[in-house]
Every structure is written in C-alpha cells, then in structure tokens.
C-alpha cells in the first residue's frame, strides 16, 4: 500500500447507523457489490473480485486448493460468490501459460513483509477435478440472499445462525477446518474480510485476529480504498460511476433511480463513506502490529500484502494475506 496521506480516523458510515432505512442500505449495498464486479473495459481488465481470486491463487500457489474459505463479514453475500466463481473457474481449468499480466495483476503490483510468492507453474499442479469451497457468514445473516448465490453454485454455502468473527462457533470450525469430517473435508480454515476490516475499532480487530490465529491456517484482508490521493478521487469517481450506470443496471427499479437521480441519497451515502472508508482503511504495517499484538502466538505467521491496480488510473484493489507456517 501507498504511503498515507493522514492518519488513521475512526469516523462514522451512514450506512452502519441504525437509523438508516434498511430499504437504502441494500440500494447501497447492491451499490457497493457492483463495484466489486462489474468491469469496464478497457479501463478494467477484470473486476476486482476477479482480481482477488487472481491474487488469491497467485500468493498461495499449489496451496490455494488446501482451504475452505469463509467470509465472516458477508454481508448481503458481496463480492465472495464472484470471488469463488473466479478462483474455481482457474482451479478446475488451468491454464499452463497463465500469468499474473495475464489475469490482471500485472499494473500496479507489489509484495512486502513476507516471502516471494509462488510461480503460476506451481498453482497449475492444483489438481483439476476438485474444487475449494465457500462459505458465507455473518453476525447478521442475510439468508434469503445467500440462498440465492447458493443455487448458483455446487461450492458455495452458507451459515444461517449468526456467527461472531471474534468468536467463531467450535462446531463451525470443525465442520470446515482441518479436523472436521464433513464437507471441509480435512482442508484448513481461510477467512475472508472483503471491505470489511476497516470497519472494526483497534480493540475488536485484536478479538478478530486473535480468534483468527488461534483457529484458522490463514486470512486475506482486502480493500478498494485506502489513505491516500488516488483512494479519495476513486471514491468521488464512483459516485459520478454510479449516476452513468445506473440506468443500464437498474433500468427495472424506478424506486432505485428515484434515490439515485431525483433525491440522490444512494450516490452520496457511497461516496461520503467511501471517503470515511479510506479513513479507516488500515496499511499493513498498521494490521501487523495489530496481530502481533492481538494476545496469540504469531511467531509461525507471515505476512504479505500488494497493491493491485483494477481501475485506470487510480482505482487499486489492498490486499493483506496472512498464513500460518507448516510445522
């Protein structure tokens, strides 16, 4: 990640108070998930959700194929069913010639704080026939919408009871972690926090990732913003993003173009915490010392992270991925 232009500021999201309408915070969500999927080429080379999965199978390499991956922050289901259709796309057919240019994470990308990440020669030996599974979860489930993306897919699932990030249940561990005999099938837990981290105060991050570390083989922490200039004109272009595609997306729902155009709440709830959101949006170094110091044994955990660019010029997907060493 970029240097930041200021320091980190905990503000407020409309979208999180409990005075806001619900029926605007799905408009706003639904707003949210598109930025996560849609691309526009030739500005885009591929969505960043894509672009996770891209990222995923690059930095993990052969042992991309050895987790279960749960979202624990799904929300209303986000980008995560994209993310597994992508990365189960490349997994159950392999290309020899891959290459991260290939896939879109060529322009704009780095790693720090850890080892060299894996050649795409080694991720092509992940076997064809199977592959790696999804599950959503949150401490607000939204099941109605997770059983949609579900039927869409025979590798996503989802949880229906409430499930805290900082205190995942025993059972759902076990059903989904190395030990579990059921669809995990022995693979190790990887947790997913799809533009969700920044959301969580230093106090309840440390829960998080010491849950985290005291259950889990790995975790990916991923971004659209962060503090810096090219994050605050991403977020303001979004907006304007929005009003252009909004008839060609939502040309079905005149209710959704009423708060979009008429009284533009949708565009400005996005943009004003798109903006907090960069606040809040933690760099690397800021979550390391977070999980150094989350009360856990991290001596046998490493840390990576890049930046990856998905929109030109300025839009770029942080990532931070976490694993936990073999002994």
Request: proline letters at 8%; glycine letters at 8%; one cysteine or more.
């Amino acid at each position: 990640m970029a240097e930041p232009w200021i320091p980190r500021m905990h503000l407020f999201e409309i979208d999180d108070q409990p005075w806001f309408p619900p029926f605007l915070r799905a408009y706003v969500q639904t707003g949210l998930t598109h930025a996560w999927t849609v691309a526009l080429p030739p500005l885009q080379q591929c969505s960043p959700a894509t672009l996770v999965a891209n990222t995923l199978r690059r930095v993990l390499g052969a042992s991309v194929s050895a987790h279960t991956y749960i979202d624990f922050c799904a929300g209303a289901g986000g980008p995560t069913p994209f993310i597994e259709q992508a990365l189960n796309a490349q997994l159950l057919s392999p290309s020899p010639h891959a290459s991260p240019e290939d896939k879109g994470n060529g322009r704009g990308s780095s790693v720090s704080n850890g080892a060299a990440s894996p050649s795409y020669a080694a991720v092509a030996s992940t076997p064809k026939e199977e592959g790696v599974r999804f599950v959503l979860t949150d401490l607000h489930p939204h099941v109605e919408a997770w059983e949609a993306a579900a039927r869409q897919s025979a590798h996503l699932t989802y949880v229906p009871e409430p499930v805290d990030a900082a205190n995942a249940p025993p059972d759902l561990l076990k059903r989904y972690g190395e030990n579990g005999n059921g669809k995990g099938k022995g693979k190790g837990v990887f947790r997913l926090f799809n533009l969700a981290f920044h959301h969580f105060d230093d106090g309840l991050a440390r829960a998080i990732l010491r849950n985290t570390v005291e259950t889990s083989d790995g975790f990916g922490i991923f971004e659209l913003q962060d503090r810096t200039f090219s994050g605050f004109l991403t977020c303001g272009l979004f907006g304007i993003f929005i009003l252009l595609v909004a008839p060609f997306l939502y040309w079905w729902s005149p209710a959704r173009l009423f708060y979009i155009y008429l009284l533009p709440i949708v565009p400005f709830v996005l943009v004003f915490d798109g903006v907090v959101s960069c606040l809040r949006t933690r760099t690397p170094d800021e979550v390391e010392v977070l999980l150094r110091t989350c009360g856990a044994d991290t001596d046998d955990w490493t840390v990576q992270s890049g930046r990856e660019r998905h929109l030109w010029p300025c839009g770029y997907l942080n990532w931070i991925i976490c694993t936990k060493r073999k002994q």
